[in-house]
Structure formats: structure tokens, C-alpha cells
């Protein structure tokens, strides 16, 4: 398999992680008036900011196709979870989506494959789109275990049901987050087509529609070699993403 027959529209999502105070509210609103304007490149973008940030987000891009999302969620629409979001939440404060199962998240967190599917299965019960995270360790990589464990944690964080509109697939190598280093495209493309195979044997069409997004260090200068592997369906940005011209000039890669 290499190209998909299928037309993915790209989805370029950063994600803010825990970054992000009232100062940095003009870097999202300079990314929503950029990606609006007619000339734009043809991608979906979105910011998942802090919870903190995203209802007045919400307001201030409002008249903007820029796309909010969550960065976590918890599995109960409301209750007593002292600190955690709801999907539902999220959902009212303006989030189409919603990012779990984030390497962050599994190591801080002690995150599993079970609690994220459960995670994607509540963000799909609130409306949301479940941005499901995947990927190895330097250590998994090293003893040729990439493919294994992708397949691994593809069946168990993914919810049966999934379509093309309700979840999408980031696959970021947890040794290529925050270090500056990235997989060869030979390497991407392989995790990449991998992953499409799998997702088409469980899902069949909804699995050839799904995007899937390369995560890991995504930069202005490596985007257009990222973004152009068969089957990577756009990218998810962390430090990247804080500034606007930077996160611009990776969604510039579509242009
Ligand atoms: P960096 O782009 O900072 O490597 O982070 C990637 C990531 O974790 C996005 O979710």
C-alpha cells in the first residue's frame, strides 16, 4: 500500500500542553486570522489549548475556521473528579475535539490502553472527535519492537465504531517529542502504512478515511518532508506550536 485512493483533507492540530496564559491568546488569534483568509492552505488547523483557555478562545476566534480542541478528558459527562474535564465540557466551551492518550499522559498519568479507549468513547458520546495517540519508546525502537507495540496500543486505545469523523490517529515516537530529533521518512512511512492497514482491516472504509498525523519535533523546516509521506494526513505540534509564525510555517507545507 502506498498512496491512499482516498482524498484525506490534512489536519495540522498543536498542541499547547501546559503552556499558555493570557499573554499568549494573540499567537492563537494570529493563527485564526491567517489560516481564514482565502489564499490559506487547505488543511484543517487547530490549537488545543490549556482547559483554562479555551472558552475565551472560543469567543475570540469565533468568526475564524481555526479549530479548538481539548488536551484530555475525563470518561464521566460530570460528577466528583476533583480537577478533571469532561468531553462534555470541553464540548461547551467550544472544543470539536479532544487529544487522548497523549505519551505524556500514559507516563505522567499511568495511562493505559483500556483508559484511553474509554477516554475516546466518552469524547465521542459529548460530540467530539477522540485525536488518539500512539507511538514507541527509544527502547521499543531499539529491539525492533515499533510495529508491535503500534498494533498493540491501535487495538486497545481505539473504540470499536470508530469512523473517519469521530477519531483521528497521532502517531508520535515518545523518544521524537521535545528532542529536535525525527524519525527518517522511510521509518514514518512505514509506521504510517502500518497503521492505514490496520485501521482498514478493523474499519474497512472509515478506516481508509482516517487521518493520521506524525508527531515528534514537527518544525517549519522539516514539515514539507514530514507532511509529504504517504499516509501522514497532517501533523500534531507541540513546542512548535506556541508561536504563530512558526505553527504557520508548518501548516505553509500544504500550500
Ligand atoms: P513537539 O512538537 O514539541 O516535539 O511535541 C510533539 C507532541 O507531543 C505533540 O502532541
Known amino acids: 500500500m502506498t498512496d491512499n485512493p482516498v482524498q484525506i483533507r490534512p489536519l495540522v492540530a498543536g498542541n499547547w500542553k501546559m503552556n499558555g496564559l493570557k499573554t499568549a491568546f494573540s499567537e492563537a488569534i494570529a493563527v485564526a486570522e491567517a489560516i481564514s483568509k482565502p489564499d490559506a492552505a ?7 489549548p490549556p482547559a483554562t483557555m479555551l472558552m ?23 460528577g466528583a473528579h476533583t480537577g478533571d474535564v469532561s468531553p462534555e465540557m470541553l464540548k461547551d466551551a467550544g472544543a470539536t475535539a479532544v487529544i487522548v ?10 495511562e493505559l490502553d483500556r483508559h484511553v479507549r474509554a477516554k475516546a ?7 467530539l472527535t477522540a485525536i488518539i ?12 519492537m515499533t510495529l508491535d507495540v503500534i498494533k ?3 487495538s ?16 508520535e515516537p515518545v523518544w521524537a517529542i521535545g528532542t529536535g530529533l525525527t ?11 502500518e497503521i492505514r492497514k490496520t485501521l482498514v482491516d478493523r474499519f474497512q472504509a472509515e478506516g481508509q478515511a482516517m487521518r493520521i498525523l506524525y508527531g515528534g519535533s514537527v518544525k517549519p523546516d522539516n514539515a514539507k518532508t514530514l507532511l509529504a509521506i504517504a499516509n501522514v494526513n497532517g501533523a500534531l505540534v507541540g513546542g512548535a506550536s506556541l508561536k504563530a509564525s512558526d505553527f504557520l510555517g508548518i501548516v505553509a507545507a500544504y500550500s
Open 42 to 48: 487547505p488543511a484543517d488547523v487547530m490549537i488545543c
Open 56 to 78: 475565551v478562545l472560543t469567543e475570540v476566534t469565533h468568526d475564524h475556521k481555526l479549530l479548538l480542541g481539548g488536551q484530555d478528558c475525563h470518561t464521566a459527562e460530570s
Open 101 to 110: 492518550g497523549h505519551s505524556e499522559r500514559r507516563s505522567d498519568h499511568g
Open 121 to 127: 468513547e466518552a469524547a465521542r458520546r459529548a460530540g
Open 133 to 144: 495517540c500512539i507511538g514507541e519508546t527509544a527502547g521499543e525502537r531499539g529491539v525492533g
Open 152 to 154: 498493540r496500543q491501535l
Open 156 to 171: 486497545g486505545s481505539v473504540p470499536d465504531g470508530a469512523t473517519a469523523a469521530n477519531t483521528v490517529i497521532a502517531y
Open 183 to 193: 524519525p527518517t521518512p522511510d521509518d514514518v512511512a512505514e509506521v504510517h502504512t
